[in-house]
């Protein structure tokens, strides 16, 4: 039968007795209104067809529906809207089956819901994302899904957005099969249902549940919220799922939703979403071709070389491991093995999956071993002789197609790179610790990286799973220079009347999970000390220089590991320290300063300040690209709450703040 069409995006063709809907409306099948309205429009078709059995909805693509078009959020509605689009199929008087080929998320697993039957594809997956974006489903997913699962698995899906893939979705009572051939199977479901009484989500009863069950779920939920609403709205309506008929349940979740999608909460955790696929996207590096990384070496097997090992295996390319003895490589190798085992305890990594990495891991003391590198990371110490002697040895040993990247933090990559024979093919890596864990990579163009270079370690970092951020060359790139930035400027406010207990709770009431100064105990003070030493000759003798951190280093307060820092460790756990607030009384008094005290938000303001002027200095100087690039540094390097959207979102809030 040809082909008919409702929409620019929504067309069928009659199979087997079924009207054969499919979505095609690239790149993920979102719910925009030409989707809507042709789905109404195609049910009305069907309806029209007194011969047919039913109806299967599917997508075109590798997505089944990726969600409302969240690009509509914020303009006005167009008719018709997603509930009135799902009431029509569940009320549909044939079976409406979908055929779920690829992912399908938010509105598009509202949509399965509505249906009356759900075959899943191989590569289907199903979830509740919203209150990533700070909302909770809007079209019926905190009332249906609760029905179909029961509110224990509907708590645990909507309040962390996690995605299901096909065989948990068939075990948790939310998919009736897995198919090769999704609408071939769809089909035949169909014809099934079309035998029997429809099943409609909406009419079904929560099945009764242990309170016990669903205050833990509800307490782990909120235990990741970390300052944000939407989940525990999720939650919130999930339960009342189970005392609300259907129809006040919904009005209950739109009422919410509305609410929740016209905060400043979602508008920054939109802000992140779309600057998180706006990041790593550099002018005219699309017509480039990457080359091919395969084999990754790594050199260096400590903290950092091992977390950049284990990722790169685990996204499936061979890894040549280097130390500088039989030794060391060994022992790098065990720390490799061990925290793949830690992976497969956390249940990211199968015991297969983690014997595939180690057979693809070859670990070395043999420079030469890297000849088969198409990719070579050195993680050593950081040290700009020590790096560029490295590079010097291995220009004679890799391909002339390798790419050499250094993960320094705070040395000049092109002084590294300048002392190789092809600056061209090195570029910047700068991974943050976990290396295995942590999605930021900080990539650096050097003033000499090659395109085709800067394109490949691009696709290599986003093949880690990980968010790739492009900067220039600046001393400490994006995440530390701004880092130094609020550092010291919360290191003026203890001068002139903070305390670090003061400014950390301002940060931790903002969102921060910690403190700068906790921060620093735990990182170590060595670090920044040893660079203020260095600096030390160079520095401005008019600008503003705060000693407090360097008595306490002088007196071997070195952070936590030292037992003293800013705070003090008597037994593990963070406390007031009576010395640092002498010290600090100390430094007030040496340059005559009377202090004055601060109220949180005026800590926090300072600080965000702070940020933004030295993330506008970063783009004024084209060190980094966009605010939105640098807003997900501060999230995802330091710790900034996301649901805030970084410090130039949330400047541009200030300034016109959302309803
Ligand atoms: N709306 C509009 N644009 C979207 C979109 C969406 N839902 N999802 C992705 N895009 C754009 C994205 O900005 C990018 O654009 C391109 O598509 C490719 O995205 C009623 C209210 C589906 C798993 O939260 O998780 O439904 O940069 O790079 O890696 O209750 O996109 O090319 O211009 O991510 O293949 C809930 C969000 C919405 C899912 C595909 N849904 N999307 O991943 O592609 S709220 C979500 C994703 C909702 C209901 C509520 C992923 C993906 P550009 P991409 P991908």
Not at 241 to 246: I, R, S
Not at 284 to 304: E, W
Not at 319 to 332: D, F, K, R
Not at 434 to 446: F, K, T, Y
């Amino acid at each position: 039968m040809p082909e008919i069409r409702f929409s620019q995006s929504v067309s069928a063709r009659l199979e087997d007795g079924v009207l054969v809907v499919t979505i095609d409306n690239p790149p993920v099948n979102a719910l925009s209104a030409h989707v809507r309205s042709g789905l109404v429009a195609a049910l009305d078709h069907a309806a029209s067809l007194p011969a047919i059995a039913g109806v299967i909805l599917t997508g075109a693509g590798s997505t089944f529906i990726g969600g409302a078009d969240i690009k509509e959020f914020g303009k006005p509605p167009v008719e018709p809207m997603l509930p009135e689009v799902i009431d029509r199929i569940e009320s549909f008087d044939k079976p409406v089956v979908s055929a779920v080929n690829g992912a399908a998320l938010g509105g598009g697993c509202e949509i399965v819901l509505g249906c009356h039957g759900r075959i899943a594809g191989e590569k289907a997956s199903f979830g509740l994302p919203e209150v990533k974006l700070g909302i909770v489903p809007g079209a019926g997913g905190t009332q249906r899904l609760p029905r179909l699962i029961g509110q224990v698995a509907a708590i645990d899906l909507i309040g962390t957005g996690r995605a299901v893939k096909a065989g948990e979705a068939v075990t948790l009572g939310l998919a009736d099969g897995i198919a090769t051939h999704p609408v071939v199977a769809a089909i035949a479901l169909v014809h099934e249902c079309a035998e029997k009484p429809l099943r409609r989500t909406g009419m079904i009863r929560v099945p009764p549940t242990d309170p016990a069950a669903v205050s833990a779920a509800e307490a782990k939920v909120l235990a990741r919220a970390r300052g944000q609403s939407a989940p525990a709205e999720a939650v919130r309506l999930v339960k009342a799922a189970g005392e609300l008929n259907l129809r006040q349940g919904l009005a209950e979740e739109r009422a919410t939703f509305l609410r929740l999608r016209d905060s400043g909460e979602s508008a920054a955790l939109r802000h992140v979403f779309f600057a998180e696929r706006a990041a790593g996207k550099v002018e005219g590096l699309d017509k480039v071709s990457p080359r091919k990384i395969v084999t990754v070496a790594v050199v260096g097997t400590g903290l950092m070389g091992s977390g950049i090992a284990v990722a790169a295996l685990t996204s499936g390319h061979r890894v040549i491991a280097l130390e500088q003895t039989q030794e060391a490589a060994a022992s790098g190798r065990a720390r490799i093995a061990e925290t793949l085992d830690r992976t497969v305890r956390s249940g990211r990594l199968t015991a297969d999956g983690r014997d595939d990495c180690l057979a693809r891991l070859q670990t070395t003391a043999q420079a030469a071993d890297l000849a088969k590198a198409d990719l070579v990371i050195e993680a050593v110490f950081d040290d700009l002789e020590v790096k560029t002697d490295l590079f010097r040895r291995l220009d004679g040993i890799v391909t002339p197609g390798a790419i050499l990247a250094t993960n320094t933090s705070y040395l000049d990559p092109d002084a590294i790179a300048a002392a190789t024979a092809d600056p061209s093919r090195v570029v910047g890596l700068h991974f943050f610790s976990p290396a295995n864990v942590m999605r930021l990579v900080e990539v650096v163009d050097c003033t000499k990286t090659s395109p085709d270079a800067l394109a490949s370690v691009l696709a290599f970092v986003k093949r880690l799973g990980k968010l790739p951020v492009v900067c220039g060359v600046t001393e400490g790139f994006i995440g530390n220079r701004i880092f130094s930035a609020y550092r010291r400027e919360a290191e003026f406010m203890l001068e002139d009347g903070a305390l670090p207990q003061e400014i950390d709770a301002a940060l931790e009431a903002y969102g921060f999970p910690m403190g700068i100064f906790a921060v620093n105990d735990m990182a170590g003070l060595e670090i920044a000390w040893a660079r203020r030493k260095r600096q030390a000759a160079t520095r401005d003798p008019a600008a503003r220089y705060v000693e407090i951190a360097d008595r306490l280093c002088e007196a071997g307060r070195l952070g936590r590991k030292s037992g003293r820092g800013w705070y003090a460790y008597p037994h593990g756990e963070r406390t007031i320290d009576p010395e640092v607030t002498a010290a600090i009384e100390a430094a007030r008094a040496a340059k005559n300063i009377t202090p004055r005290s601060f109220t949180p938000s005026e800590i926090m303001s300072r600080l965000l300040k702070a940020m933004v002027d030295e993330g506008t200095a970063l783009i004024a100087e084209e060190i980094a690209a966009r605010p939105g690039d640098i807003d997900l540094v501060m999230i995802n390097g330091y710790g900034f709450p996301p649901h805030k959207g970084g410090p130039m979102f949330a400047a541009q809030q200030s300034k016109d703040p959302v309803s």
